[in-house]
């Protein structure tokens, strides 16, 4: 039997929320809930196997399988939008690409009102999280957690690709999380030994261990509990029932970009007029809750091979994907354990920009991506780049569509909407025709099965990227940090207005990073850590008449 009041409440253990129960933990002084919605733990047999997120992608037990509404800005269609829903969140189904983003990008953020985060700020928590032989000292990690390495080449199309990127002016960079983001490279992964690294099996696998660590999986959150503009204590409903948890310190949330602000929104705390709609009592105004929603929109190109064995569509599929399976089994390589788009191009869509402001990834061989069918892969000789602008300008929104805590949010996607992400969008597609066209790789193209020949002028492409185009899965921005009227959370996370509650998640930036979101996620919860236990330090816990509650059995 566990108490029911903790010192500190983590809601959600995922890439952030991982993070932070485990450093919350550690020092064995606090006592630390961590709630999680979803049943599945670090053993779950698909989150093992990199390929394996193909069998997660659509799979209701451990991904909370999101649509948006649709929009005219990508083509009026409702967007898949997959989220992890297991210990590890996202970090257990996701893409499994190592990726920072830019000095650039943490240097907007503390210009943008958010002191103590610029690049140099953050640098430390980056080299904390991870464990990598890649790079100089002065920017990576060699003894954390997170096992980084680098993807390996399996066909010849690989070394073709670099030398074409190196042809048209795109030099090879040994580490794109280094100082320097900009050039082609083989992609860094969280993968080790063959198989994913999460924070379920290298935050919280070993922190579960901890008697003052309670991880209660299977936890869905259903409203924070408020006593007055202070927040005590979360309830939630495990195996049917209404429970709740009580916090002496804070409770904080890391539900993630889709999820934050719909508890928060639940609780009362957000726009009123939106609150008012749905019946949910105003607690805190605060209009920028669920406001500032950013994802990268990528489209892709699509190529067929005049010869075989460059794509590895026949590992993929049949007779080959079995042997591929027994490779895996026997020595942990291979294609089941290859990283999804293992070559990585930054770079620029006019040359008088200081950084990369586009994205391209190249895959070698090409995947359906129809509803039911999602990552299957096709029976063609071919690879597909994919690319998308780095630093959106576009902001939707996300928000509950009712009072009933288990109903999906509205994700509003806003694409394309500014003239500078229209033109950068359409310099990636421009970029990923000279890039697959120039030799030596173009040597080996038979046609270009997407977009097509016919799809040339800007507004052709801008057509094909709004009709074809997807999101990469990195949704930020929806309780951003700052100090202005939008901002939800000061730069040390907490909530504005709101004492005993902060958001540590991606849906605390301002703006987009410059790549994949992931690490920069779990950076935040280990730099929401530091400030936690920093402060603790300095404050005694609140004392509330909560204390004499009965026990509560938590399952693990």
């Given at each position: 039997?566990?108490?029911?009041?903790?010192?500190?409440?983590?809601?959600?253990?995922?890439?952030?929320?991982?993070?932070?129960a485990?450093?919350?933990?550690?020092?064995?002084?606090?006592?630390?809930?961590?709630?999680?919605?979803?049943?599945?733990?670090?053993?779950?047999?698909?989150?093992?196997?990199?390929?394996?997120?193909?069998?997660?992608?659509?799979?209701?037990?451990v991904?909370?399988?999101?649509?948006?509404?649709?929009?005219?800005?990508?083509?009026?269609?409702?967007?898949?939008?997959?989220?992890?829903?297991?210990?590890?969140?996202?970090?257990?189904?996701?893409g499994?690409?190592?990726?920072?983003?830019?000095?650039?990008?943490?240097?907007?953020?503390?210009?943008?009102?958010?002191?103590?985060?610029?690049?140099?700020?953050v640098?430390?928590?980056?080299?904390?999280?991870?464990?990598?032989?890649?790079?100089?000292?002065?920017?990576?990690?060699?003894?954390?957690?997170?096992?980084?390495?680098?993807?390996?080449?399996?066909?010849a199309?690989?070394?073709?690709?670099?030398?074409?990127?190196?042809?048209?002016?795109?030099?090879?960079?040994?580490?794109?999380?280094?100082?320097?983001?900009?050039?082609?490279?083989?992609?860094?992964?969280?993968?080790?030994?063959?198989?994913?690294?999460?924070?379920?099996?290298?935050?919280?696998?070993?922190?579960?261990?901890?008697?003052?660590?309670?991880?209660?999986?299977?936890?869905?959150?259903?409203s924070?509990?408020?006593d007055?503009?202070?927040?005590?204590?979360?309830?939630f409903?495990?195996?049917?029932?209404?429970?709740?948890?009580?916090?002496?310190?804070?409770?904080?949330?890391?539900?993630?970009?889709?999820?934050?602000?719909?508890?928060?929104?639940?609780?009362?705390?957000?726009?009123?007029?939106?609150?008012?709609?749905?019946?949910?009592?105003?607690?805190?105004?605060?209009?920028?809750?669920?406001?500032?929603?950013?994802?990268?929109?990528?489209?892709a190109t699509?190529w067929?091979?005049?010869?075989?064995?460059?794509?590895?569509?026949?590992?993929?599929?049949?007779?080959?994907?079995?042997?591929?399976?027994?490779?895996?089994?026997?020595?942990?390589?291979?294609?089941?354990?290859?990283?999804?788009?293992?070559?990585?191009?930054?770079t620029?869509?006019?040359?008088?920009?200081?950084?990369?402001?586009?994205?391209?990834?190249?895959?070698?061989?090409?995947?359906?991506?129809?509803?039911?069918?999602?990552?299957?892969?096709?029976p063609?000789?071919?690879?597909y780049?994919?690319?998308?602008?780095?630093?959106?300008?576009?902001?939707?929104?996300i928000?509950?569509?009712?009072?009933?805590?288990?109903?999906?949010?509205?994700?509003?996607?806003?694409?394309?909407?500014?003239?500078?992400?229209?033109?950068?969008?359409?310099?990636?597609?421009?970029?990923?025709?000279?890039?697959?066209?120039?030799?030596?790789?173009?040597?080996?193209i038979?046609?270009?099965?997407?977009?097509?020949?016919?799809?040339?002028?800007?507004?052709?492409?801008?057509?094909?990227?709004r009709?074809?185009?997807q999101?990469?899965?990195?949704?930020?921005?929806?309780?951003?940090?700052?100090?202005?009227?939008?901002?939800?959370?000061?730069?040390?996370?907490?909530?504005?207005?709101?004492?005993?509650?902060?958001?540590?998640?991606?849906s605390?930036?301002?703006?987009?990073?410059?790549?994949?979101?992931?690490?920069?996620?779990?950076?935040?919860?280990?730099?929401?850590?530091?400030?936690?236990?920093?402060?603790?330090?300095?404050?005694?816990?609140?004392?509330?008449?909560?204390?004499?509650?009965?026990?509560?059995?938590?399952s693990?």
């Amino acid at each position: 039997m566990k108490s029911n009041v903790y010192d500190f409440i983590v809601v959600g253990a995922g890439a952030a929320g991982g993070a932070l129960a485990a450093r919350l933990s550690e020092c064995g002084k606090y006592t630390v809930l961590c709630l999680e919605a979803g049943r599945a733990g670090h053993h779950y047999i698909w989150s093992r196997p990199p390929t394996g997120s193909a069998f997660m992608f659509e799979n209701a037990a451990v991904n909370w399988c999101y649509h948006s509404e649709p929009n005219p800005t990508h083509g009026n269609r409702p967007l898949y939008v997959p989220r992890g829903k297991m210990l590890g969140g996202s970090t257990s189904l996701n893409g499994m690409v190592y990726n920072r983003g830019q000095p650039l990008d943490y240097d907007t953020w503390a210009r943008l009102g958010c002191p103590g985060w610029t690049y140099r700020d953050v640098l430390p928590f980056f080299k904390k999280l991870e464990s990598t032989d890649v790079g100089s000292d002065d920017y990576r990690g060699r003894t954390g957690p997170i096992k980084v390495t680098v993807a390996p080449k399996l066909s010849a199309f690989y070394d073709l690709f670099l030398k074409s990127a190196e042809a048209i002016g795109i030099r090879y960079n040994d580490d794109y999380s280094g100082e320097v983001q900009e050039g082609v490279a083989m992609a860094q992964q969280t993968i080790y030994r063959g198989l994913r690294v999460s924070t379920a099996t290298h935050y919280l696998k070993d922190a579960s261990k901890r008697k003052n660590l309670t991880i209660a999986r299977g936890a869905e959150a259903t409203s924070l509990i408020m006593d007055g503009k202070r927040c005590v204590g979360i309830r939630f409903v495990q195996a049917g029932l209404a429970q709740e948890a009580r916090a002496s310190r804070e409770v904080i949330v890391s539900c993630g970009t889709a999820n934050s602000p719909k508890l928060l929104e639940l609780s009362g705390i957000g726009n009123p007029d939106l609150l008012n709609k749905h019946g949910v009592k105003v607690v805190h105004e605060l209009r920028g809750v669920g406001e500032n929603l950013r994802d990268h929109f990528a489209a892709a190109t699509k190529w067929r091979f005049n010869r075989p064995n460059l794509s590895l569509a026949s590992r993929g599929r049949g007779f080959g994907l079995i042997r591929e399976i027994v490779r895996f089994a026997l020595f942990r390589t291979g294609f089941v354990a290859l990283v999804f788009g293992s070559i990585r191009v930054f770079t620029r869509s006019r040359s008088e920009l200081d950084s990369p402001d586009i994205m391209l990834l190249a895959v070698p061989f090409i995947v359906e991506m129809k509803p039911g069918k999602l990552r299957k892969v096709l029976p063609i000789e071919g690879f597909y780049l994919n690319g998308h602008v780095q630093r959106p300008e576009s902001t939707g929104s996300i928000h509950i569509r009712s009072s009933d805590p288990f109903a999906a949010p509205r994700i509003d996607f806003r694409f394309l909407d500014t003239e500078t992400d229209r033109q950068a969008a359409i310099a990636a597609v421009r970029r990923m025709r000279e890039l697959a066209l120039a030799a030596p790789l173009g040597a080996f193209i038979a046609e270009e099965l997407a977009p097509g020949p016919h799809v040339q002028t800007d507004e052709e492409i801008l057509k094909f990227i709004r009709e074809n185009g997807q999101i990469t899965h990195h949704m930020v921005g929806t309780c951003k940090m700052g100090n202005d009227p939008m901002a939800v959370v000061d730069e040390s996370l907490r909530v504005h207005g709101i004492s005993g509650l902060r958001v540590a998640d991606a849906s605390i930036m301002p703006t987009m990073p410059s790549g994949n979101t992931v690490i920069p996620t779990i950076m935040i919860g280990e730099k929401c850590a530091a400030t936690v236990l920093a402060d603790a330090a300095k404050n005694a816990p609140v004392e509330n008449n909560v204390r004499q509650r009965a026990p509560m059995a938590i399952s693990l």
